[in-house]
C-alpha cells in the first residue's frame, strides 16, 4: 500500500505505478549526486 523508495528507476516506478489513492510514498532527497531534482517527484510524496 505505501512505498518507502530508493533512488532507483525500479523503486520509483513501483510507487508511481501504486494504484492505492492514499498511499504513502517516501523518497530520498537527493536523487543524484550534486543535483535535487524535484521533477521526479509527485507533490505528494515526502523527501527525507
Not at 516506478?13 to 531534482?37: C, M, R, T
Amino acid at each position: 500500500k505505501n512505498n518507502i523508495i530508493a533512488n532507483s528507476t525500479y523503486s520509483w516506478w513501483g510507487a508511481w505505478l501504486n494504484k492505492y489513492e492514499d498511499k504513502l510514498v517516501i523518497s530520498p532527497k537527493q536523487w543524484f549526486l550534486g543535483n535535487n531534482e524535484t521533477s521526479l517527484r509527485n507533490a505528494s510524496w515526502i523527501t527525507l
